[in-house]
């Protein structure tokens, strides 16, 4: 069974453009999240998705936007990059509100 | 007060011993409890999972959660060195609109 993948795995981006992530969950899971990682503020809730719809939000600037596909992808878009939104960005899935499988994660380096 | 409260270690475990980890939540709302393990570089890998008090236990992993204490602990029973990596707490809670809250992690370094 094909587990979460996230596209691309590295991303280097300059300051003030945007970036899109990719997100294809585990077969039949409807259930996606968004995390981001950092040393200073650890692993931080972005926003989750079901159905196309977003459920819940995190506590981050409207600059960090997502949306899900009919067939459970999702994105997650960043704009006006700052050096500050270098990080981890982890995709999750879940069947549904219960246990969350990570995908291998995209890092981002803004310079 | 953080959510989620973990030690952030290191802690220092002999090959073949016993590793304690603690973990403790805030809300005394929170309903379901999770242990992910993350090594270097890597994602959170999930390894167990609880929802009501007492343990749980699978292979060499036991999980023990006390909701009126609000805390929840992991044990490593006979450590091993592949088992060195961080540690991660994660709780959901009731109603809070937040899939996962997750603690700093505990680091924990087995030692042949």
């Known amino acids: 069974k094909a587990g979460v993948t996230q596209t691309p795995r590295y991303l280097i981006k300059t300051r003030g453009q945007q970036v899109t992530l990719s997100c294809s969950p585990i077969?039949?899971?409807?259930?996606v999240s968004w995390y981001q990682q950092t040393p200073g503020q650890g692993l931080q809730f972005l926003f989750e998705?079901?159905?196309?719809?977003?459920?819940n939000k995190g506590n981050f600037p409207g600059r960090f936007s997502g949306r899900q596909f009919s067939n459970s992808r999702s994105e997650m878009n960043v704009s006006t990059l700052e050096l500050g939104d270098s990080a981890l960005y982890l995709c999750?899935?879940?069947?549904?509100?219960?246990?969350?499988?990570f995908g291998q994660g995209t890092r981002l380096t803004v310079v | 007060q953080k959510e989620v409260e973990q030690n952030s270690g290191p802690l220092s475990v002999p090959e073949g011993a016993i590793a304690s980890l603690n973990c403790t939540y805030s809300?005394?709302?929170?309903?379901?409890f999770f242990w992910y393990r993350q090594y270097s570089g890597k994602s959170p890998e999930l390894i167990m999972s609880?929802?009501?008090?007492g343990d749980k236990e699978d292979g060499r992993f036991t999980a023990q959660l006390n909701k009126a204490s609000q805390y929840v602990s992991l044990l490593i029973r006979d450590s091993q060195p592949s088992d060195s990596a961080t540690y991660l707490c994660?709780?959901?809670?009731?109603?809070?609109?937040?899939?996962?809250?997750f603690g700093g992690g505990t680091r924990v370094l087995v030692k042949p």
């Open positions: 999750a899935s879940s069947l549904g509100r219960q246990e969350e499988i």
């Open positions: 077969s039949g899971h409807r259930s």
């Open positions: 998705y079901f159905s196309e719809t977003q459920r």
């Open positions: 809300d005394r709302g929170s309903q379901s």
């Open positions: 609880i929802y009501s008090n």
């Open positions: 994660a709780v959901i809670k009731r109603a809070a609109g937040i899939k996962l809250t």
